[in-house]
């Protein structure tokens, strides 16, 4: 029975430790990309006033030693995982803007980009358009540098088209990018019941049946 024992506590020994499964080292991106996803789930979950560091650690198979080594505070894991999904979608938007130089189907390209960011991760959505960190000085700064670079995009290619003045050019940027801000967080309210390909060509329609009021001088 001793030799039985003894045999038993040896061969726990060699089993791994929860702890050290819990740390396995991983290339530094491969980390701070898996605890960027983690935190995502949990702020999607319970805001960022209710999540909690240790909560994230564990949804990210860690010990909280590790995520604290990658970001110091939530806050800083917060403002992380929000300029990785702005700089997406700064990406996605200019992208579409620029894949044309046909103007009505570039209309058409920006609003279906949008719509299919949505559509492809709601919970990035929510987590820069509905946080309740929202105002904040720094996220709400992070929200306007977006805002701004994806408006003023539009706008140089409405005053290079139409001649219109700056600012009345950046009028109607700001009013084309809110348009597929806001419709694009009602269509996420009706669950799938509306076809997303449908939304965002009734959002291209109505844009396009506006700005080309606006007619192209040479």
Same mark, same amino acid.
């Given at each position: 029975?001793?030799?039985?024992?003894?045999?038993?506590?040896?061969?726990?020994?060699?089993?791994?430790?929860?702890?050290?499964?819990?740390?396995?080292?991983?290339?530094?991106?491969?980390?701070?990309?898996?605890?960027?996803?983690?935190?995502?789930?949990?702020?999607?979950?319970?805001?960022?006033?209710?999540?909690?560091?240790?909560?994230?650690?564990?949804?990210?198979?860690?010990?909280?030693?590790?995520?604290?080594?990658?970001?110091?505070?939530?806050?800083?894991?917060?403002?992380?995982?929000?300029?990785?999904?702005?700089?997406?979608?700064?990406?996605?938007?200019?992208?579409?803007?620029?894949?044309?130089?046909?103007?009505?189907?570039?209309?058409?390209?920006?609003? &279906?980009?949008?719509?299919?960011?949505?559509?492809?991760?709601?919970?990035?959505?929510?987590?820069?358009?509905?946080?309740?960190?929202?105002?904040?000085?720094?996220?709400?700064?992070?929200?306007?540098?977006?805002?701004?670079?994806?408006?003023?995009?539009?706008?140089?290619?409405?005053?290079?088209?139409?001649?219109?003045?700056?600012?009345?050019?950046?009028?109607?940027?700001?009013?084309?990018?809110?348009?597929?801000?806001?419709?694009?967080?009602?269509?996420?309210?009706?669950?799938?019941?509306?076809?997303?390909?449908?939304?965002?060509?009734?959002?291209?329609?109505?844009?396009?049946?506006?700005?080309? &009021?606006?007619?192209?001088?040479?």
């Amino acid at each position: 029975m001793a030799e039985q024992a003894r045999a038993q506590q040896e061969a726990s020994a060699r089993q791994p430790r929860t702890g050290s499964a819990r740390s396995a080292r991983l290339p530094r991106d491969e980390r701070r990309a898996q605890l960027l996803n983690a935190a995502q789930e949990v702020f999607v979950a319970n805001g960022y006033h209710g999540a909690a560091m240790d909560e994230i650690a564990d949804t990210a198979h860690v010990s909280k030693p590790v995520l604290y080594q990658h970001f110091p505070s939530k806050r800083e894991l917060y403002l992380a995982l929000l300029d990785s999904h702005l700089a997406a979608l700064t990406d996605l938007m200019l992208g579409a803007l620029n894949s044309t130089t046909d103007n009505k189907e570039r209309v058409k390209a920006v609003m &279906r980009a949008y719509y299919h960011f949505i559509a492809g991760d709601d919970q990035a959505h929510r987590l820069v358009f509905e946080s309740d960190l929202i105002n904040d000085p720094d996220v709400s700064s992070r929200l306007e540098t977006f805002n701004r670079t994806f408006s003023d995009a539009v706008a140089s290619v409405i005053a290079e088209d139409t001649k219109l003045p700056p600012m009345e050019a950046q009028l109607l940027g700001r009013g084309l990018t809110g348009m597929a801000q806001i419709s694009a967080r009602y269509w996420l309210e009706t669950n799938g019941n509306l076809d997303l390909d449908v939304a965002s060509d009734l959002i291209y329609r109505l844009a396009w049946r506006g700005i080309s &009021r606006f007619p192209k001088e040479t």
